[in-house]
């Protein structure tokens, strides 16, 4: 017909992420609470009050941490940004607690130190182990991991009202796609999630 062939090309409909695995708030209190020692509650407080990733917990040295303006600073690594966290008064006191009876040197949590003497930081292992020796005792089915608390960190955040913005920079993501999974999950303001059967018997 002197009409070359065309092929239509469709756009490729980008595949959704799996979405991140959130605990309830009762469910963090119980969890938080769990670990017999101080040190291990407070590793899990850091992951979920100020939503590190474990490397970062691993890295904090004590000296990232000032106690007159209740922050927690991170280093860049792997390509991200420093951001400045916020530490809040119960892990304040905790850390201050763990501080004076521990005596961390150089690291804020410790590890074992090495055949020289020298202060070696938690390993990310160490924090797995604490977080499987304590994560049956929650009366859940959800699996728990260090960034399931980072997860429930951001999502907390946003319920309370924090913009997106805000909590992109909380996170240390590089683009603002990262951070906006958690509109999908989160029950804010118009975008609050329920059943239609409730509604029948109001």
Not at 76 to 93: E, F, I, N, T
Request: hydrophobic content about 35%; charged content about 25%; overall charge positive.
């Amino acid at each position: 017909m002197g009409i070359k062939d065309r092929h239509v090309k469709l756009p490729q409909i980008k595949r959704q992420n799996k979405l991140p695995v959130v605990l309830s708030k009762a469910e963090v209190r119980t969890f938080l609470k769990a670990p017999i020692y101080l040190k291990h509650r407070l590793m899990l407080g850091m992951l979920y009050g100020c939503g590190l990733r474990s490397y970062e917990l691993c890295a904090l040295r004590l000296c990232d941490v000032d106690f007159d303006r209740q922050t927690v600073f991170v280093k860049k690594q792997k390509g991200k940004v420093d951001r400045y966290l916020p530490l809040g008064k119960h892990l304040a006191r905790g850390l201050k607690k763990h501080i004076a009876t521990e005596s961390p040197r150089t690291f804020l949590f410790n590890s074992q130190v090495t055949d020289n003497g020298a202060p070696r930081p938690i390993t990310t292992t160490g924090i797995q182990w604490v977080i499987k020796e304590n994560r049956g005792k929650v009366n859940t089915h959800k699996t728990i991991t260090a960034h399931c608390l980072r997860h429930t960190y951001a999502t907390h955040l946003l319920e309370a009202g924090l913009n997106i913005i805000s909590l992109k920079e909380l996170l240390g993501h590089a683009f603002i796609e990262t951070t906006l999974v958690y509109l999908h999950v989160a029950n804010t303001g118009s975008s609050h999630k329920f059943s239609p059967l409730d509604t029948l018997f109001e």
